[in-house]
């Protein structure tokens, strides 16, 4: 299959994109969080579990996976092939991390050295599409051109090198929610931030019919006490992708950012409703996808279907969103 092919499967309406990638660190986290001990049979096991829901073809289009997950076989199947046999995309996240910018309190993303080769690995072992993060922060003198400028170049040449391969780069430049921050100061670092990783990925060539963007919403600050109107967060984010993002560009799927589950939800809804433009808008989500599916198995780790039905519930409501058909009312009805 052609890359602008797989970027359409990925993008498509009513479909989104899970993000299972947390590293071994974040999905410790995530599992001391809901008392259970992080040991590769559990990470897998709980991963196994969503991967196999009952409905999830229906939802989801392709999976994010962590390097330790795309590894793993289950029941003699390789995860790559119980991913495929429901015809979702394996996907593969790139990035070695956010590490700090010299000379600065900002973050540059690692991980460029023996690329080609680990993606060459990875689509051997099954995947079509690759992730790659960005880390940019908001604060009176953040983030720096400097910052700005070495993410972008970073983020570019990945993308090369995974079409290269074959594959579709996710190219995600996250504007990071934590901070006092207005929504009007999300807009203005976001557009800055999209105009320089465009004008890289030119730069390098990138076939942008070919890949998928994965940003945050434009959103007021975590600090800021500015409650978020999901009329404004659609306005602006639909105008800061418009203005910047090149229409050969199949789709966007966002970054969830720390939003809560319904905040998530509720804001893609309303960015598809007002939507006019040929992207299709999607979601990347990982937390807002798996949080009451992982709370729900915390309690019953053998209590598969209980799992499976609330990471069903939660995948539908945002397929719904994909399409602009959610309400707050068919979510209290779930």
């Known amino acids: 299959m052609k890359i602008n092919e797989i970027a359409k499967q990925m993008v498509l309406k009513g479909k989104g994109i899970l993000a299972a990638d947390e590293s071994t660190g974040t999905m410790t986290k995530r599992l001391a969080s809901v008392k259970v001990e992080s040991n590769e049979k559990n990470r897998l096991t709980f991963r196994h579990t969503i991967f196999t829901s009952k409905n999830i073809s229906k939802y989801i289009s392709g999976v994010i996976l962590f390097d330790e997950t795309i590894r793993q076989n289950k029941d003699g199947k390789t995860i790559s092939e119980i991913l495929n046999n429901q015809n979702i995309l394996p996907g593969i996240k790139v990035?070695?991390?956010?590490?700090?910018?010299?000379?600065?309190?900002?973050?540059?993303?690692?991980?460029?050295?023996?690329?080609?080769?680990?993606?060459?690995?990875?689509?051997?072992?099954?995947?079509?599409?690759?992730?790659?993060?960005?880390?940019?922060?908001?604060?009176?003198?953040?983030?720096?051109?400097?910052?700005?400028?070495?993410?972008?170049?970073?983020?570019?040449?990945?993308?090369?090198?995974?079409?290269?391969?074959?594959?579709?780069?996710?190219?995600?430049?996250?504007?990071?929610?934590?901070?006092?921050?207005?929504?009007?100061?999300?807009?203005?670092?976001?557009?800055?931030?999209?105009?320089?990783?465009?004008?890289?990925?030119?730069?390098?060539?990138?076939?942008?019919?070919?890949?998928?963007?994965?940003?945050?919403?434009?959103?007021?600050?975590?600090?800021?006490?500015?409650?978020?109107?999901?009329?404004?967060?659609?306005?602006?984010?639909?105008?800061?992708?418009?203005?910047?993002?090149?229409?050969?560009?199949?789709?966007?799927?966002f970054l969830s950012g720390g939003q809560s589950e319904f905040e998530a939800t509720e804001n893609l809804n309303q960015i598809n409703r007002q939507n006019k433009s040929s992207f299709a808008f999607t979601y990347s989500f990982g937390r807002a996808l798996q949080q009451s599916a992982l709370k729900t198995w915390a309690k019953d780790i053998k209590n598969i279907e209980a799992v499976q039905k609330v990471f069903d519930e939660r995948s539908e409501m945002n397929s719904l969103a994909a399409k602009g058909e959610w309400s707050a009312d068919l979510e209290n009805a779930a």
């Open 95 to 253: 990035d070695k991390g956010a590490k700090k910018l010299v000379g600065s309190d900002e973050t540059v993303t690692e991980g460029l050295d023996g690329l080609r080769e680990r993606l060459k690995e990875y689509y051997n072992l099954g995947a079509r599409f690759a992730k790659w993060r960005g880390v940019y922060k908001i604060d009176t003198q953040y983030p720096s051109q400097n910052c700005i400028v070495a993410n972008a170049h970073a983020l570019a040449r990945y993308a090369a090198l995974v079409q290269e391969t074959n594959m579709v780069p996710i190219v995600e430049p996250e504007v990071l929610m934590d901070g006092k921050h207005n929504i009007k100061k999300c807009y203005d670092v976001t557009s800055k931030v999209l105009e320089e990783t465009v004008k890289q990925l030119r730069i390098a060539g990138i076939d942008f019919s070919g890949m998928v963007l994965k940003p945050n919403m434009i959103l007021n600050g975590k600090e800021s006490g500015i409650k978020n109107n999901k009329d404004e967060v659609a306005d602006f984010t639909l105008k800061c992708i418009q203005n910047n993002l090149p229409t050969e560009t199949p789709g966007v799927a």
